[in-house]
């Protein structure tokens, strides 16, 4: 039974630090993309981040670079996002996909997906 398991969400204030966890049960990530993603009330899901296991690439939205940092445990079974210099506007429900394409943006390229951890962020 293939399931991921999003933890790590929370209440930060703004400038403060928060770590995603994404761990994988009935398959390894060492042939997945595996991707991060957030949708705040009345928006779109987009994708926040994403680690493509066949070649290390590492991708970020322009929203979060420079903050967030993607990372994969050595065993290859859990892939951490963290966040650092939060800011209200990161305040969203986060979501871990993985996807056998790699990292597409879009996230129909996503098979799996796990459940999503609340993160808010105040002011």
């Known amino acids: 039974d293939v399931q991921l398991q999003a933890s790590g969400g929370g209440l930060a204030q703004a400038g403060g630090s928060l770590r995603l966890s994404c761990a994988a049960s009935?398959?390894?990530?060492?042939?997945?993309?595996v991707g991060w993603f957030r949708q705040a009330p009345g928006k779109e899901r987009e994708r926040v981040s994403c680690m493509g296991k066949h070649d290390g690439r590492t991708y970020y939205a322009d929203s979060v670079k420079g903050r967030f940092t993607i990372s994969a445990d050595n065993a290859g079974n859990t892939v951490y996002l963290q966040m650092n210099s939060l800011k209200p506007e990161d305040t969203a429900v986060y979501s871990c996909?993985?996807?056998?394409?790699?990292?597409?943006?879009?996230?129909?390229?996503?098979?799996?997906w796990g459940q999503g951890t609340q993160v808010t962020v105040s002011s």
């Open positions: 996909a993985a996807s056998s394409f790699g990292c597409p943006r879009q996230t129909g390229g996503y098979e799996y």
């Open positions: 009935g398959f390894s990530f060492d042939v997945y993309g």
